[in-house]
């Protein structure tokens, strides 16, 4: 907690260590962090904690910038389709069939029409 923060600096501070604690957006409840930073270095000053305004300026500094005039093949408009990577491929049903053949279920045979996309139907 944010409590425990603090005694353990306070605690660090007598020893010899510099630092602080730093929070990240301060104002969120959900993304809220707290950090202890610590140092040896007595002239060390603890970074600024981040907020969103800070990323955006980051952001503004940084040039990157990205324009929508990029053509996109055959005019289509839309989300793109992402394909999970691994599921429902030729290999990953195979593989599922292979296992529950070991399980000694029943399992259809193998075919060249495996793990083939059917037609549209209307």
């Known amino acids: 907690t944010a409590e425990q923060a603090i005694l353990i600096s306070e605690c660090a501070a007598k020893v010899g260590f510099a630092g602080g604690i730093v929070v990240d957006y301060p104002n969120s409840t959900k993304a809220k962090k707290h950090y202890l930073v610590l140092s040896f270095d ?9 907020t969103e305004g ?40 195979v593989q599922k069939k292979e296992t529950q053949r070991k399980k ?7 075919s060249k029409y495996t793990a083939r996309k059917r037609p549209t139907r209307f």
């Open 42 to 50: 007595r002239s060390y000053k603890a970074p600024a904690g981040l």
């Open 54 to 93: 800070s990323l955006l300026s980051e952001a503004r500094q940084s040039g990157v910038r990205v324009d929508g005039t990029g053509d996109k093949k055959g005019g289509r408009k839309g989300k793109p389709h992402k394909k999970k990577k691994g599921m429902k491929t030729k290999e990953w049903i």
């Open 104 to 110: 000694g279920k029943d399992v259809r045979p193998d």
